[in-house]
């Protein structure tokens, strides 16, 4: 950057395998986390509502495929099914059982997810690769089929939908719908940060070293004593429950009530896929990267056409969208597949030695 | 234990009072089933000639469709709108190999993959902005009545019979080329592997627009089929995910296996959302085949005519 970590010496083993080994890192990523808790003081009611809170939920899902896709290398289509099943717990936990902290049912659907996600994650290990893709989708389409059908799941009320009900934590409303939108990204870039710190030290401890063994060759990895049954099972578990608790999210503190189509492959699957595969497969930065990539480019055709003159109908604009999406993904595919992550490594690596490069 | 019997037992008494309900509805499952396996076949081509497993099938029967309709919608005859679809889906292939494959030479499968993800996206945005997204219908003169057999008891569809039996000409034509021509060897050489092939000399980039090409085609005929049946609409390119089941059930690398396993999709879903269906609830079609081939997965991860190339770990 713009700035020397020389005269920063290491005389530990854990100084040097710190996430931010350089001081001036620590104190930016600081400053970063002050200046997003102090977003509700300058941002107006529509960009906190349908931009930021958004954001941190699609940020929390992308972190859980992440996981099981870019350090696991166990491809799944089937995100929006463990994002329902949160999304559905939680509804449930709060509605059936009076005075629940709402965290914790927050946390106990992101359980039941991942339950769900083993069991979906079982065939993983006779399957590989795309075999695995297809079986992922037939979670993808059994769970939202299930949930659409059942009415014990929305309470049996005749709309079908999920409402979620308002629930404070510490005497502020935080969910339902006159939470205040403050209140609920408060909520939501706090689970961000907690959960975003805690898959960074796990994919660079023992258990995402054996996740990566896996993925790299998992035939290796075995005979080095690597369990595959146990790691590639963790793998699910733990990110369909990020999965499960970004789905809790969406419905309490971003959508407010949602149906089963909120979830479907189109609307979260594919989105939290591209949010990835352009952020950067294996990179936590990069799965936040990525989510804030795909959210602001709808945002970005809807309000820019207008700006220079032009007048673009919705569908057009969908249409667009789908097309610069699959042009990104091909060209990041064939140009930088590590995604933006990459692209922001090496733009750091360009600032340490400006304005002398070698 | 009711839910238990409306789903073990009583199905099967349905199935032996109403028996010609039950055989109309195979029959109906059959004409699906052969559709999905016009799908699937383009999948195979090529997973078989590229190792490449192309998501983006579904979206090019919707763009193969879009563009047929749309050129006929525009006053061309249908023959002049087939042979720009034809050289639509010819100049698809050559695109594709020229800004996608030839740049991803030697990345895992999954890359390749996810690359057919970003390309189905392109497709149906680019189908859907040049010729509208609204339900379009397709004549092209197949007849459609229904006539009974089995002294009346049952109805089938003249359609039906029609689509099978492309399907089947379809399929026919793919065996041949596959086995008798010297193209067809080539593209078995190159899915054997890429290096050997090279080698002795088959240039991996003719193989691959041939092969895009042929998908292409398969394609434009699944579209029309489809198409003419149930409208040009984006829900065309949905049917891709039915013939993904398909596909786990027939094995990825055969041909007949794209066959009988659409036949089997196509039946056990019109028979399981028939009888079983209402005891579950209703629109289980949605997810029976993939928990059939999920199911099928667990005890024969080739798939029924795949070769045994998948590790086990």
């Known amino acids: 950057m713009f700035y020397r970590e020389a005269g920063q010496f290491k005389t530990t083993y854990q100084d040097d395998q710190a996430v931010f080994p350089v001081l001036q890192d620590k104190v930016a990523v600081i400053l970063l986390i002050l200046a997003a808790y102090a977003v509700p003081f300058v941002a107006d009611e529509y960009w906190l509502q349908a931009i930021f809170i958004q954001f941190l939920v699609f940020a929390l899902m992308a972190i859980g495929l992440n996981i099981l896709m870019g350090y696991a290398g166990q491809v799944s289509l089937g995100t929006g099914a463990f994002a329902a099943v949160g999304a559905y717990a939680c509804y449930k936990l709060t509605t059936n059982i009076e005075g629940m902290n709402i965290i914790v049912a927050i946390l106990l659907s992101g359980g039941c997810a991942a339950a769900v996600g083993v069991v979906f994650g079982l065939p993983s290990l006779r399957i590989k690769g795309f075999y695995l893709a297809v079986a992922t989708l037939a979670a993808q389409f059994f769970i939202l089929w299930l949930f659409n059908k059942v009415g014990w799941f929305y309470n049996n009320n005749p709309s079908g939908t999920i409402t979620a009900p308002p629930r404070e934590l510490f005497g502020v409303l935080i969910t339902g719908p006159s939470a205040s939108p403050e209140a609920r990204y408060i909520v939501c870039l706090t689970f961000l940060i907690v959960f975003a710190w805690f898959a960074k030290n796990l994919v660079r401890g023992r258990i995402g070293r054996n996740w990566m063994a896996i993925r790299d060759m998992d035939i290796a990895a075995e005979i080095i004593g690597i369990r595959p049954l146990q790691t590639k099972l963790m793998a699910f578990a733990i990110s369909s429950f990020y999965c499960g608790v970004a789905g809790a999210l969406m419905i309490f503190c971003w959508l407010g009530s949602a149906e089963t189509e909120a979830f479907d492959l189109a609307n979260v699957s594919f989105r939290v896929l591209f949010m990835i595969i352009i952020g950067g497969l294996g990179s936590i930065g990069g799965s936040i990267m990525g989510a804030a990539f795909i959210i602001l480019v709808p945002i970005f055709l809807t309000n820019f056409p207008p700006m220079v003159g032009l007048d673009i109908s919705t569908a057009l604009q969908k249409h667009l969208e789908e097309i610069i999406f699959g042009v990104m993904i091909v060209f990041f595919l064939i140009v930088e597949p590590e995604g933006f992550a990459r692209l922001w490594q090496i733009l750091r690596e360009k600032l340490r030695k400006w304005p002398f490069p070698y | ?313």
């Open chain 2, 1 to 313: 234990m009711e839910f238990l019997e409306s789903i073990l037992v009583t199905p099967f008494i349905e199935i032996w009072e109403s028996p010609y309900y039950f055989i109309e509805l195979v029959l109906v499952g059959l004409s699906t089933g052969v559709l999905y396996s016009l799908v699937a076949l383009g999948f195979v081509l090529i997973f078989k000639a590229s190792g490449m497993f192309n998501f983006a099938q579904g979206a090019m029967v919707l763009f193969a469709a879009l563009t047929l309709v749309g050129l006929m919608e525009h006053g061309l005859p249908l023959w002049a709108a087939l042979i720009l679809s034809v050289a639509t889906m010819v100049g698809l292939a050559f695109l594709v190999e020229r800004f996608m494959l030839r740049h991803l030479v030697n990345q895992e499968g999954l890359i390749l993959f996810m690359a057919t993800i970003g390309l189905n996206f392109i497709l149906e945005g680019t189908g859907q902005l040049v010729w509208g997204s609204d339900v379009k219908r397709l004549e092209i003169g197949i007849p459609d009545q229904p006539f009974d057999i089995l002294g009346g008891k049952v109805l089938l569809n003249t359609f039906d019979v029609t689509a099978a039996f492309i399907g089947a000409l379809l399929v026919i034509t793919l065996a041949v080329f596959f086995q008798k021509t010297p193209m067809g060897r080539a593209l078995r050489a190159v899915a054997d592997d890429h290096q050997a092939a090279l080698s002795v000399g088959i240039p991996l980039k003719t193989i691959w627009i041939a092969v895009w090409t042929i998908a292409g085609l398969v394609a434009l005929v699944a579209g029309i089929v489809w198409g003419a049946k149930s409208g040009v609409q984006f829900s065309l390119s949905l049917i891709a995910l039915k013939a993904l089941p398909v596909l786990i059930l027939g094995g990825f690398t055969s041909v007949p296996g794209a066959i009988v396993g659409g036949l089997i999709i196509g039946v056990g879903e019109k028979v399981a959302e028939g009888f079983w269906g209402p005891a579950l609830g209703g629109a289980i079609e949605n997810w029976f085949a993939y928990m059939l081939a999920l199911a099928f997965l667990v005890f024969r991860p080739q798939g029924l005519f795949g070769e045994k190339i998948i590790e086990r770990v």
